[in-house]
């Protein structure tokens, strides 16, 4: 902090939410995110010693979350030969088509399938992983239950699982992408000493200022996990702030608060 005059964050939100579960040590499973880039580079040419190598050839695949990088592990998993795969959401299957609560312009909840899917998986919804089974330390199978959500009497959708409805598929290897939960903590951000909001994100204000003076920051590590565009978006308006708390104004362009926004960032 003492050599330079702003710092932004923009380092990503890139840890993996975990699945605390009995079984979760067995072998065989993986964060997405450790499975996805060791294919990339493998497609690159860069030789992956056995030792590290994870691949679904042959394997009954279980992938644990319904979002895209889900996806992106079933359609890795389809061109590596995998035996068969099932993907596991936690929440009710979506309506195929916007419905009238799905106000514009906000992004509708509706179910999509991609070409992963296309190439071939089951998928299965309100699902709720409960443990894993193994053999010799590597996972062999997974055990769930099928769940209902019901709006409890604080309004909120509360998860129940359904009595009777247990199930177990066969696991040779499983993927979990059940998104992120904040930007690592540890080292810069530790040092730094930001506060976090209840998401995990670095807690910022109006002006993408942090609860330390002269840090900033700004994308996934401020809002949480979201697409590229609100990333180049928030870099924007970001830039505007710092540009602003240097100089004391700015012409840097930056987009009004509105409204729908509470006069915040959305």
């Known amino acids: 902090l003492k050599e330079f005059d702003a710092i932004v964050l923009a380092c990503g939100s890139t840890r993996p939410r975990d699945l605390p579960v009995e079984g979760r040590d067995l072998k065989g499973i993986y964060f997405a995110m450790e499975y996805l880039p060791q294919q990339n580079r493998r497609v690159a040419g860069d030789p992956i010693d056995e030792e590290v190598a994870i ?44 419905t009238p609560d799905m106000h514009w312009p906000y992004w509708p909840t509706v179910l999509r399938t991609s070409t992963s899917h296309e190439e071939g998986a089951r998928r299965e919804f309100a ?37 009777g409805s247990e199930f177990s598929l066969p696991a040779d290897l499983v993927l979990l992408a059940m998104g992120f939960v904040g930007p690592e903590r540890e080292g810069l951000l530790t ?70 926004t509470g006069g915040r960032p959305i």
């Open 55 to 98: 691949t679904a050839a042959g394997k009954h695949v279980v992938v644990i979350g319904g979002g895209d990088t889900g996806a992106d592990c079933i359609g890795t998993a389809n061109r590596q030969g995998a035996k068969d795969i099932v993907q596991l959401e936690i929440l009710p299957k979506p309506p195929e088509r916007r």
């Open 127 to 163: 699902v709720s992983t409960k443990r894993f089974e193994g053999r010799n330390g590597h996972v062999t199978r997974l055990h769930a239950v099928r769940v209902e959500w019901l709006r409890g009497e604080d309004g909120r959708m509360q998860m129940r699982e359904i009595p």
């Open 191 to 260: 040092d730094l000493g930001v506060e976090f909001d209840e998401r995990g994100a670095v807690k910022c204000d109006e002006r993408y200022a942090s609860s330390v003076d002269k840090v900033f920051s700004c994308g996934d590590a401020r809002r949480g996990q979201s697409l590229v565009v609100w990333a180049i978006w928030e870099g924007r308006e970001c830039a505007h702030h710092v540009d602003a708390y240097l100089m004391g104004s700015s012409d840097l362009p930056v987009t009004p608060a509105g409204p729908e």
